[in-house]
């Protein structure tokens, strides 16, 4: 056996499996990215239909950035979550 089809031979499991854990984790992170997005239209379109002053004392409070610093840790949370799992995925024998 040649050198070279040793060394392929090593490396094509292993780009394997970086590739498919690197394709899990964009598309579960997009689709995060998804549902993040839409469950913020969904909290302003459904902030902005309250009454004057309702949204007055809410905004004083700035529910605004606390919704948005609470938005950002769940996404904060997913990824994270996400790379364990590709990571995982890396440790695993095909």
Excluded: C, H
Excluded at 3 to 15: I, K, N, S, V
Excluded at 34 to 46: D, P
Excluded at 68 to 80: E, H, M, P, S, V
Aim: charged content about 10%; glycine content about 10%; aromatic content about 10%.
């Amino acid at each position: 056996m040649k050198f070279g089809t040793f060394l392929l031979a090593l490396a094509e499991p292993l780009l394997a499996k970086i590739l498919i854990a690197l394709g899990l984790s964009v598309v579960s992170i997009v689709g995060v990215d998804a549902v993040i997005g839409t469950l913020k239209t969904q909290f302003i379109s459904n902030l902005s239909s309250m009454p004057a002053l309702w949204l007055d004392f809410a905004l004083y409070l700035w529910i605004g950035k606390g919704i948005g610093i609470i938005f950002g840790a769940i996404t904060t949370r997913l990824a994270l979550w996400s790379i364990q799992n590709a990571t995982a995925v890396l440790g695993k024998s095909a």
